[in-house]
Each structure stands twice: as structure tokens, then as C-alpha cells.
């Protein structure tokens, strides 16, 4: 082999260049591994108190974490979450816009719209027993016992007695037991399915005057003889502008809030 074709094997000056480029990326990694300070170990410590056994205080960790797990139903079982979604809902139907509003625009709007109706509730709760608890006033028990008396308030003033019948009756509970006895065993599946009722209510409400916009439009199309257009496609559009022109956002959000009995956000009539 000659000298020539020896240097001809050899990379060039520009390869070598690329290839030390290449590897520079990887050096600096393995310096910051190598001189890097030693990292901090993090550590978790849970202090499970020093009263009562090691046993029963697990046992109230776990009692919490699945408090903690279940906050979204129990956000829907007990306020008024339930009814404003499910009305929500129902008018996306009604108008036929299939999924506009999308689903997150609808929570949210349901969350929002719980939280003004759920205010004075959820103050009673924090102010009588979250409050208290924090600043060491009373233990967990006396916390709960204090909490749930103004959630037990608003889910009275909503159930319906047949509903709440319904479930003392297949619980075999005495019918002379009072008000403040009623387990929320009971009082929890009798306030939801009167929540659902009364949702269903206000869907049916929301439904009619679209149905009506409908069943004209439809009538209109088969008497020009335009039958081979689809009458929803043709009626969305004035469906849309109907709910714009009455002001159909403020109507819907007013009359939701009212429902409960508590006065409407400040512009809503």
C-alpha cells in the first residue's frame, strides 16, 4: 500500500473537527456528573401523634387519604354540582351543538356557578369547624360533627320528603325519627335523585321552545319540497341566534341560582 493511498484512509481535517464537536456535548455531561456537589437526600417524615395506638392512628391516615380521594363525588353528592351540570348538559343537547361548549367550558362553568350557590354553606363549614380545627381549638371528631351540620342544612332545604321517605322506609328507620337523626346514608341518595328530578325539570323547560323551532323548520322544508336537507343542520342557526337574542346565558345561570333559593350574582336577573 503507498503513502498515498494511506493518507487517502485517514479523515480528513474537517472529520476530525465534527467528530471532537460531537463529543463535546458528551463531556460536558460527564463533568457536571463528576464535579457536581453531592445532592441533598430528601426525606418525608409522617408523625402519626403520640395518642392512642400506633394501629388506630393508620388507620385515621388512611380514613383521610380516602376522604382526600373521594373529594370530586363527594363534591357532587352533596352540593349543588349535580343539578347544574345535568341542566348544562341538557341545553348543549337542546341546541344540538353537539360538543360546543366542550366539556371542560361546561365544568368549569359548573364549578363556578357551585361555588357562588355553595358560598354561605361552605363559610359555615370553614368558620365552624376547618377554622377551629386548624388552630388547635378542637379534635378531628368535633371538626366533622361541626361541619357537616351546614351540609346537612342545605341538602334539608332541597330534598324532596317522598325521596327522603324512600330511603328511611328501605332502611326500616322509625317514622317519628326527627330531622337531625336522619343519617346522611339516607339523606345523601334522597338529595341526588331530587337533584336529578328537578334537573330533568329544568331540561324539559329548556327543551320545548327548540323543539317547537324544529318542528317549524322541518315543516317548512317538507312544503318547498326540500326534503333531502337535514332540518337540524338547517335549524342550528336559528336556534343559536334565538338563545343569543333572549339572552339565553343570563337566563339559564339566573334561574339556576334561584332554584336554590339564593339571590342571583350581581347583572344576572
Do not use: H
Not at 388552630?135 to 351540620?149: F, G, L
Amino acid at each position: 500500500m503507498t503513502k498515498t493511498m494511506l493518507l487517502k484512509m485517514l479523515p480528513s481535517k474537517k472529520e476530525r473537527c465534527l467528530f471532537l464537536l460531537g463529543l463535546l456535548p458528551a463531556a460536558i455531561i460527564a463533568c457536571t456528573f463528576i464535579y457536581a456537589p453531592e445532592a441533598a437526600a430528601q426525606s418525608l417524615t409522617l408523625d402519626l401523634g403520640e395518642s392512642g395506638s400506633l394501629t388506630g392512628r393508620v388507620v385515621q391516615m388512611l380514613l383521610l387519604l380516602t376522604v382526600l380521594s373521594l373529594a370530586p363525588s363527594i363534591l357532587v353528592m352533596m352540593t349543588s354540582f349535580t343539578r347544574i351540570i345535568v341542566v348544562l348538559s341538557l341545553l348543549r343537547s337542546a341546541l344540538g351543538t353537539q360538543q360546543t361548549p366542550p366539556n371542560i367550558v361546561l365544568i368549569s362553568l359548573a364549578l363556578f356557578l357551585t361555588g357562588y350557590v355553595m358560598s354561605p354553606t361552605l363559610t359555615a363549614v370553614w368558620d365552624t369547624g376547618i377554622q377551629p380545627l386548624i388552630n388547635e381549638e378542637i379534635d378531628e371528631q368535633q371538626a366533622y360533627d361541626r361541619s357537616i351540620v351546614p351540609m346537612r342544612a342545605f341538602m334539608m332545604s332541597q330534598v324532596r320528603e317522598k325521596d327522603l321517605e324512600l330511603f328511611q322506609t328501605l332502611r326500616e328507620a322509625p317514622v317519628e325519627e326527627s330531622l337531625d337523626e336522619i343519617p346522611l346514608t339516607s339523606l345523601i341518595p334522597a338529595f341526588m335523585i331530587s337533584e336529578l328530578r328537578r334537573a330533568f325539570e329544568i331540561g324539559f323547560l329548556l327543551y320545548v321552545p327548540f323543539l317547537v323551532l324544529d318542528m317549524v323548520i322541518a315543516s317548512v322544508l317538507m312544503s318547498m319540497g326540500m326534503m333531502m336537507l337535514p332540518p337540524v343542520m338547517i335549524a342550528l342557526p336559528f336556534k343559536l341566534i334565538f338563545f343569543v337574542l333572549v339572552d339565553g346565558w343570563n337566563l339559564v345561570a339566573g334561574s339556576l341560582v334561584q332554584s336554590f333559593g339564593t339571590s342571583p350574582p350581581p347583572g344576572i336577573s
